[in-house]
């Protein structure tokens, strides 16, 4: 059982380089969502999508694009990389967006360990 | 400023000593989630609570969602080696986005 896949697992950058971390879920969910992690701060949402077709912001945008064109798929792009984006970023998909339904499991990848210089 | 402060932020006990961590916020949230994250891997998730006031018990593992449901609380039994890793918490104001806390980290000592 493959679940959330994340490519690269690391990955160094040049301050001003682009890049895409790649995402894709088995498991026909609707709703993927991209987070970074920092020392002390706990996960925080860039962005989130509801299904094919439909992205939108979460609560820290800045810097990063994102798209939906197929269900299994969620790329987050950096568009300049900053040594500010140092961090690492989790994928995550579950079933529908129902965070508040006890039934509704949200898996995580394992993470892309990103370092900007 | 974290929208869900958990505390303490570090713990380290003796194997088959209890544990309590803390998850505290000033707003209400529809559902609260509790995972655990281990070095170099993804968060799991160990449990969703609804209801105010709910108590779930996942074999030594207790979370409670406050009356209010602005807070909850993980109490680990007899603690094990193998309970060690990083424990967040996760609030959910409506169904899109999940708030974290900054989590607790937790070492069982053998």
């Known amino acids: 059982n493959a679940g959330v896949t994340q490519t690269p697992k690391f990955q160094v950058l040049k301050t001003g380089q682009s890049m895409t971390l790649q995402c894709a879920q088995d498991?026909?969910?609707?709703?993927m969502s991209w987070y970074r992690q920092d020392p002390g701060m706990g996960l925080r949402l860039i962005h989130y999508s509801v299904g094919a077709g439909i992205t939108d912001q979460g609560e820290v945008p800045n810097g990063y694009n994102v798209s939906r064109s197929t269900t299994e798929d969620f790329p987050l792009r950096l568009l300049s990389a900053a040594p500010s984006q140092t961090s690492v970023y989790f994928c995550?998909?579950?079933?529908?967006?129902?965070?508040?339904?006890?039934?509704?499991?949200?898996?995580f990848g394992e993470g892309s360990w990103l370092t900007v210089v | 400023t974290q929208l869900l402060e958990q505390s303490p932020q570090f713990l380290s006990i003796q194997e088959g000593e209890n544990l309590t961590v803390y998850c505290n916020s000033s707003s209400v949230f529809s559902s609260l989630q509790w995972y655990r994250q281990e070095p170099g891997e993804g968060p799991v998730l160990l449990v969703t609570?609804?209801?105010?006031?709910e108590v779930k018990k996942l074999k030594r593992l207790t979370f409670q969602f406050g009356d209010a449901r602005k807070d909850s609380s993980l109490h680990i039994t007899a603690a094990q080696p193998g309970d060690t890793g990083l424990y967040l918490c996760a609030g959910a104001r409506d169904d899109y986005k999940l708030s974290f806390g900054a989590g607790t980290t937790v070492t069982v000592r053998a």
């Open positions: 498991m026909n969910h609707e709703y």
């Open positions: 995550a998909s579950s079933r529908d967006f129902g965070t508040n339904r006890a039934g509704n499991t949200i898996y």
């Open positions: 609570v609804v209801t105010g006031g």
